[in-house]
């Protein structure tokens, strides 16, 4: 299976190609664009699949990293991986970037108990645990929001705090950002498929929508 992987949820924004192969668990990256700039997001896709020498028709599946983190980023990957759906009818899947960033924490030699640690606004983080060890991550404790205080504690026990930006909190944590080829991996052993339209990403906040008054009538 041949994926594209949209990665829009921190500062660092990436696009992978990754296919399936028999003789590799980990399938094979065709090719990884990242961009800390304000390159368009189909610019960076077009690249990708230029390098991975592949035409948009070919691609089977979009993985779409669903966050936390920039809100705009993510609405803009799944927008694309929506409309994409329908012109084409491939398959989709939202993976966590926090699940991402501990993935890639793994990849980049990481062995210890980890916190992740995403910019929530309003003086707030997504926090979530991850034991990574040699043999791949898993989850301790589920996603939540913390005040900064709780980040800070975490730290003054000398626990290891990972994230895209974490060092502009905690000058002692790693920076770390989820990478679009390792969202590909992470897709490759998954089949929960999702149709475009209930793609959301992963907002922990109650969302509260106030109604707009009716239109009034001048006579």
């Known amino acids: 299976m041949k994926i594209l992987a949209l990665e ?12 399936r192969d028999a003789s590799q668990p980990k399938g094979i990256a065709l090719s990884e664009i990242i961009e800390s700039g304000n390159t368009a997001p189909f610019q960076m896709i077009d690249d990708a699949l230029r390098d991975a020498k592949l035409e ?3 691609i089977e599946c979009i993985a779409v990293g669903i966050g936390p983190g920039s809100y705009t980023g993510i609405r ?11 012109a084409r009818n491939i398959k989709i899947l939202g993976l966590s970037s926090a699940e991402c960033i501990a993935a890639q924490a793994h990849t980049e030699g990481l062995s210890n108990r980890a916190n992740v640690i995403i910019d929530a606004q309003r003086d707030e983080f997504y ?12 989850e301790i404790t589920p996603l939540k ?7 800070q504690q975490h730290a003054n026990a000398r626990e ?11 000058p002692t944590g790693k920076t770390i950002f989820p990478r679009a080829a390792t969202l590909a991996t992470l ?3 998954r089949t929960d498929y999702i149709a475009g339209e209930k793609l959301e990403p992963i907002y ?3 969302t509260k929508f106030v109604k707009a008054p009716p239109p009034r009538t001048f006579s």
């Open 56 to 58: 948009r028709e070919q």
């Open 160 to 170: 290891s705090l990972i994230g895209p930006e974490v060092t502009r909190w905690i």
């Open 204 to 206: 922990l906040r109650e």
């Open 8 to 19: 829009f949820s921190s500062p660092q924004r990436s696009v992978a190609v990754v296919q």
């Open 187 to 189: 897709a490759l052993n």
């Open 76 to 86: 803009s990957a799944i927008s694309i991986a929506q409309g994409w759906q329908l």
């Open 145 to 151: 929001i913390v005040p900064l205080s709780e980040v």
């Open 127 to 138: 926090l979530t645990t991850y034991e990574i060890a040699q043999e791949g991550h898993r």
